[in-house]
């Protein structure tokens, strides 16, 4: 089964701006993959951000995009919030098998 | 509005079957299929499987192909994931979602394997 990999931690100044990327082990993360970002903190249970690569909810915030970069899908932070340090997760799609990222713990500091 | 009902927490001996329920409300239940992740305590989230609530098809992990069932009753408009010969490291919070964009998510479930 293809693994998925994320930066473990990550740390962004409050107003500042960060991309959390998501890997395959199989190569380059497609359109075709349908890349997902999660959002999630303690004791909740995760909120999608982003389908499809770039689509978002009605209750994403503005400040998130979601996008596909030097073969790896990408989410971008632009004027991070506290309310933002959460964990992130990204899910990919393998011919019928979704795979989550092992998530990246993003802090606000 | 969307919202996704899941059973309360469970204990289970190792060895036992688990069923957990998932009732769906504010929406047409057979238009939309519904996934089954989980969380181990401090783990990645995994995708365990889904099926599609209008004609029943199903599609599972590798990972837990020889353990999981998932079913639905549509005149409850409701999915259950079963899974049999629970081990300790089945200790996780279960969850439903909404597939189609996964934009709704059921509020999980505690199952603790325990002797």
Same mark, same amino acid.
């Given at each position: 089964?293809?693994?998925?990999?994320?930066?473990?931690?990550?740390?962004?100044?409050?107003?500042?701006?960060?991309?959390?990327?998501?890997?395959?082990?199989?190569?380059?993360?497609?359109?075709?993959?349908?890349?997902?970002?999660?959002?999630?903190?303690?004791?909740?249970?995760?909120?999608?951000?982003?389908?499809?690569?770039?689509?978002?909810?009605?209750?994403?915030?503005?400040?998130?995009?979601?996008?596909?970069?030097?073969?790896?899908?990408?989410?971008?932070?632009?004027?991070?919030?506290?309310?933002?340090?959460?964990?992130?997760?990204?899910?990919?799609?393998?011919?019928?098998?979704?795979?989550?990222?092992?998530?990246?713990?993003?802090?606000?500091? | 509005?969307?919202?996704?009902?899941?059973?309360?927490?469970?204990?289970?001996?190792?060895?036992?079957? !688990?069923?957990?329920?998932?009732?769906?409300?504010?929406?047409?239940?057979?238009?939309?299929?519904?996934?089954?992740?989980?969380?181990?305590?401090?783990?990645? !989230?995994?995708?365990?499987?889904?099926?599609?609530?209008?004609?029943?098809?199903?599609?599972?992990?590798?990972?837990?192909?020889?353990?999981?069932?998932?079913?639905?009753?549509?005149?409850?408009?409701?999915?259950?994931?079963?899974?049999?010969?629970?081990?300790?490291?089945?200790?996780?919070?279960?969850?439903?979602?909404?597939?189609?964009?996964?934009?709704?998510?059921?509020?999980?479930?505690?199952?603790?394997?325990?002797?």
């Amino acid at each position: 089964q293809a693994v998925v990999t994320q930066e473990p931690s990550l740390t962004v100044s409050p107003g500042g701006t960060v991309t959390l990327t998501c890997g395959s082990s199989t190569g380059v993360v497609t359109s075709g993959h349908y890349p997902y970002w999660f959002q999630q903190k303690p004791g909740q249970a995760p909120r999608t951000l982003i389908y499809n690569t770039s689509g978002k909810h009605s209750w994403t915030p503005a400040r998130f995009t979601g996008s596909l970069r030097g073969g790896k899908a990408a989410l971008t932070l632009s004027g991070a919030q506290p309310e933002d340090e959460a964990e992130y997760c990204c899910l990919l799609f393998y011919r019928g098998v979704w795979v989550f990222g092992g998530g990246t713990k993003l802090t606000v500091l | 509005q969307v919202q996704l009902v899941q059973s309360g927490a469970e204990v289970k001996k190792p060895g036992a079957s !688990l069923k957990v329920s998932c009732k769906a409300s504010g929406y047409t239940f057979t238009t939309y299929a519904i996934h089954w992740v989980r969380q181990a305590p401090g783990q990645r !989230l995994e995708w365990m499987g889904w099926i599609h609530a209008g004609n029943g098809d199903t599609e599972y992990s590798p990972k837990f192909q020889d353990r999981v069932t998932i079913i639905r009753d549509t005149s409850a408009s409701t999915a259950y994931m079963e899974l049999s010969s629970l081990r300790y490291e089945d200790t996780a919070v279960y969850y439903c979602a909404r597939a189609t964009n996964w934009g709704f998510w059921g509020q999980g479930t505690l199952v603790t394997v325990s002797s």
